[in-house]
């Protein structure tokens, strides 16, 4: 089972911007905090997990949360161990981590779309 972390941000130096579009990548350089919030969004500080293409094995990215954005949208499912994308019904999924990063993919039993929140701010 995963926690959700990812690559940290200062690898990017002082002059990263919020603003930018960052591959995420699940390599844990350093634990960072990540929470599924009411408005159904995973979120560390400003930013959002974000599906830009609704297919299968298309790359997650950081993007600036927006409110009403359904790309930014997720639920959990089966016992809170699995994240679906709501707009696509496709699962997180680590299996090409090491390659690129996060991807969405047809939610299967694969322990790589295994997931654990220890602080969840939907109630």
């Given at each position: 089972m995963h926690k959700l972390e990812c690559v940290?941000?200062?690898?990017?130096?002082?002059?990263?911007?919020?603003s930018e579009t960052v591959r995420l990548v699940a390599r844990i350089l350093l634990k960072q905090e990540w929470?599924?919030?009411?408005d159904k969004s995973v979120?560390?500080?400003?930013?959002?997990?974000?599906?830009?293409?609704?297919?299968a094995a298309s790359l997650i990215k950081l993007q600036a949360c927006r409110e009403n954005d359904a790309r930014q949208k997720w639920e959990q499912i089966e016992s809170n161990a699995k994240l679906?994308?709501?707009?696509?019904?496709?699962?997180?999924?680590s299996r090409s981590a090491r390659m690129g990063g996060l991807t969405v993919e047809v939610c299967s039993p694969s322990?790589?779309?295994?997931?654990?929140?220890?602080?969840?701010l939907q109630s």
């Amino acid at each position: 089972m995963h926690k959700l972390e990812c690559v940290a941000m200062c690898a990017y130096g002082e002059n990263w911007c919020p603003s930018e579009t960052v591959r995420l990548v699940a390599r844990i350089l350093l634990k960072q905090e990540w929470a599924l919030t009411k408005d159904k969004s995973v979120k560390h500080m400003d930013l959002c997990l974000t599906v830009v293409d609704r297919t299968a094995a298309s790359l997650i990215k950081l993007q600036a949360c927006r409110e009403n954005d359904a790309r930014q949208k997720w639920e959990q499912i089966e016992s809170n161990a699995k994240l679906r994308h709501v707009g696509s019904d496709l699962c997180l999924d680590s299996r090409s981590a090491r390659m690129g990063g996060l991807t969405v993919e047809v939610c299967s039993p694969s322990l790589n779309q295994q997931w654990k929140f220890t602080l969840n701010l939907q109630s």
